[in-house]
């Protein structure tokens, strides 16, 4: 059996020891490359710890999925409440903001018009009983609403009040069958009425069958006196069709309305006299005509017929 | 020389397994130090010139670990010198060398003393590592005091593999 020799051994650990310390004291000076090192050491413990993270990560993934189920569920159940808390508040914003836009409208409109007008939401559509075309609104007697007040949107006119309770109000809407407002011309000035008829669009008579009418044409409300049931100036609509039968009295057309009658939200009830008729002001930009393009086509006539062929016209 | 390059790779997997497992699992106290078992227990069972070697090696990789911050040469100073202490208390105990209680023990006890010289050293050199020594020692001890056992007869039997080449000292050499 070998003895180790001691004092060699010790010679050899004071040896590694001092090696140690040189390496320490150079470390110090920053003259080993330490991250080089390291990096190798990555590179050769980096398959190894992948090997083992190849058995390991499962494991984990299991033994923590197992302690947390509890907690994972209740977590899921948390963030799915939240989840529909947010679902609502971002539906509500959006109802919001559109009635903030379609609120601007009116406003915009009832300003320019200088009518003094309360605006509403719109409770609820068609009535309880029959099929009369109206709309509730919330605000009633104790806003200063009362019947036969005309009630428009940003786009133009909706229709007039038929009832007033103390905190609501009904509007009949102006495609119902049985509502009727005078009516003026842009640019001419001509009178007529136009009446619901049930559907989206509005049928216009005009007294006088020898002025001329067009699509496109549009109208504004003619007023009525003290400002109701109709004040002046709100557009009505465009002439969309003209009955050209001759023979009759009057002349008749239909009129799609400015308003979209069936998406309303908020609207706004004029509550005072109109002291100067704005006119045609409250309309929107006339659209422009489309320019229809024209092409030129140069046509060069050909030279004279060739000897060839008038010989054979000759032969 | 074989003995050598037996132990490196050992070593290395202790390390990697170490990075990779051990220190990814939340343990109550402290990490156990799987690395530091397989060094010191292998030393203990080494002659004290290997086991001064390989202490030095083993050192040379801690403190070329991506994961360490501390000077180089730093750990390296502290596990030869350990390891060579071990490997003697080792040849004093010749009789139970391969017990796994007076293996754990003496691993065990190897392990504070590491980590007091690691402190030591750390103030010496003004490193910041040895500063929590206080905080992570009983953790690490008790961990080392409680896998040691269950390591110990893979590593007694590495050990002798490693030692069965002619001439070899250490335990084969002990016993024979």
Same mark, same amino acid.
């Given at each position: 059996?070998?003895?180790?020799?001691?004092?060699?051994?010790?010679?050899?650990?004071?040896?590694?020891?001092? @090696?140690?310390?040189?390496?320490?004291?150079?470390?110090?000076?920053?003259?080993?490359?330490?991250?080089?090192?390291?990096?190798? @050491?990555?590179?050769?413990?980096?398959?190894?710890?992948?090997?083992? &993270?190849?058995?390991?990560?499962?494991?984990?993934?299991?033994?923590?999925?197992?302690?947390?189920?509890?907690?994972?569920?209740?977590?899921?159940?948390?963030?799915?409440?939240?989840?529909?808390?947010?679902?609502?508040?971002?539906?509500?914003?959006?109802?919001?903001?559109?009635?903030?836009?379609?609120?601007?409208?009116?406003?915009?409109?009832?300003?320019?018009?200088?009518?003094?007008?309360?605006?509403?939401?719109?409770? *609820?559509?068609?009535?309880?009983?029959?099929?009369?075309?109206?709309?509730?609104?919330?605000?009633?007697?104790?806003?200063?609403?009362? @019947?036969?007040?005309?009630?428009?949107?940003?786009?133009?006119?909706?229709?007039?009040?038929?009832?007033?309770?103390?905190?609501?109000?009904?509007?009949?809407?102006?495609?119902?069958?049985?509502?009727?407002?005078?009516?003026?011309?842009?640019? *001419?000035?001509?009178?007529?009425?136009?009446?619901?008829?049930?559907?989206?669009?509005?049928?216009?008579?005009?007294?006088?069958?020898?002025?001329?009418?067009?699509?496109?044409?549009?109208?504004?409300?003619?007023?009525?006196?003290?400002?109701?049931?109709?004040?002046?100036?709100?557009?009505?609509?465009?002439?969309?069709?003209?009955?050209?039968?001759?023979?009759?009295?009057?002349?008749?057309?239909?009129?799609?309305?400015?308003? &979209?009658?069936?998406?309303?939200?908020?609207?706004?009830?004029?509550?005072?006299?109109?002291?100067?008729?704005?006119?045609?002001?409250?309309?929107?930009?006339?659209?422009?005509? @489309?320019?229809?393009?024209?092409?030129?086509?140069?046509?060069?006539?050909?030279?004279?017929?060739?000897?060839?062929?008038?010989?054979?016209?000759?032969? | 020389?074989?003995?050598? =390059?037996?132990?490196?790779?050992?070593?290395?997997?202790?390390?990697?397994?170490?990075?990779?497992?051990?220190?990814?699992?939340?343990?109550?106290?402290?990490?156990?130090?799987?690395?530091?078992?397989?060094?010191?227990?292998?030393?203990?069972?080494?002659?004290?010139?290997?086991?001064?070697?390989?202490?030095?090696?083993?050192?040379?990789?801690?403190?070329?670990?991506?994961?360490?911050?501390?000077?180089?040469?730093?750990?390296?100073?502290? =596990?030869?010198?350990?390891?060579?202490?071990?490997?003697?208390?080792?040849?004093?105990?010749?009789?139970?060398?391969?017990?796994?209680?007076?293996?754990?023990?003496?691993?065990?006890?190897?392990?504070?003393?590491?980590?007091?010289?690691?402190?030591?050293?750390?103030?010496?050199?003004?490193?910041?590592?040895?500063?929590?020594?206080?905080?992570?020692?009983?953790?690490?001890?008790?961990?080392?005091? =409680?896998?040691?056992?269950?390591?110990?007869?893979?590593?007694?039997?590495?050990?002798?593999?490693?030692?069965?080449?002619?001439?070899?000292?250490?335990?084969?050499?002990?016993?024979?």
């Amino acid at each position: 059996m070998a003895v180790p020799d001691k004092s060699r051994s010790r010679f050899f650990l004071i040896a590694l020891l001092v @090696t140690a310390l040189i390496i320490v004291t150079l470390d110090l000076r920053g003259s080993v490359p330490g991250q080089t090192f390291r990096g190798v @050491t990555k590179s050769v413990l980096a398959p190894i710890q992948s090997f083992f &993270r190849f058995f390991y990560d499962p494991v984990s993934n299991f033994v923590s999925d197992a302690a947390n189920l509890g907690r994972t569920s209740q977590k899921i159940e948390e963030l799915e409440a939240k989840n529909a808390q947010l679902e609502e508040r971002l539906s509500r914003f959006n109802v919001l903001s559109r009635e903030v836009k379609q609120l601007k409208e009116v406003l915009d409109l009832a300003g320019a018009g200088r009518y003094k007008s309360v605006p509403a939401r719109v409770i *609820s559509a068609g009535s309880a009983a029959g099929f009369s075309r109206t709309v509730e609104l919330d605000i009633g007697a104790r806003d200063g609403v009362s @019947t036969d007040m005309t009630v428009i949107a940003g786009a133009g006119l909706v229709g007039r009040v038929i009832s007033v309770s103390a905190d609501t109000c009904i509007a009949l809407l102006l495609d119902d069958e049985t509502f009727k407002a005078g009516i003026r011309m842009e640019g *001419s000035g001509i009178l007529g009425v136009v009446t619901g008829t049930g559907n989206d669009e509005l049928s216009l008579t005009l007294f006088d069958s020898a002025s001329t009418l067009k699509v496109g044409d549009r109208l504004v409300a003619r007023g009525s006196s003290e400002s109701r049931p109709f004040v002046p100036g709100v557009p009505v609509g465009t002439v969309v069709a003209v009955d050209q039968n001759s023979g009759t009295l009057t002349k008749t057309a239909l009129v799609k309305p400015f308003v &979209r009658l069936n998406s309303l939200e908020v609207v706004a009830v004029v509550t005072g006299k109109v002291r100067v008729n704005p006119r045609d002001a409250l309309l929107p930009p006339a659209p422009r005509p @489309t320019p229809t393009p024209t092409v030129t086509v140069y046509i060069t006539p050909s030279p004279e017929p060739s000897p060839t062929k008038s010989k054979k016209v000759n032969q | 020389m074989r003995k050598t =390059l037996f132990f490196l790779p050992i070593a290395i997997i202790a390390l990697a397994l170490q990075n990779a497992v051990i220190s990814r699992i939340s343990f109550p106290f402290a990490d156990p130090s799987i690395f530091l078992i397989v060094v010191l227990a292998w030393a203990f069972l080494e002659d004290p010139e290997f086991a001064a070697l390989q202490g030095f090696i083993a050192g040379l990789l801690l403190d070329f670990n991506p994961l360490s911050v501390g000077f180089i040469g730093h750990w390296a100073f502290v =596990l030869a010198a350990v390891c060579y202490g071990t490997s003697e208390m080792g040849v004093q105990l010749r009789s139970s060398r391969q017990s796994p209680v007076t293996l754990t023990v003496t691993v065990t006890g190897a392990l504070l003393l590491t980590l007091i010289l690691f402190a030591v050293t750390s103030w010496v050199i003004s490193a910041e590592q040895g500063l929590s020594f206080s905080r992570t020692a009983p953790g690490v001890l008790f961990w080392s005091a =409680l896998v040691t056992p269950l390591l110990s007869p893979l590593i007694i039997r590495l050990a002798r593999f490693a030692q069965g080449a002619p001439g070899a000292r250490g335990i084969g050499a002990l016993n024979g």
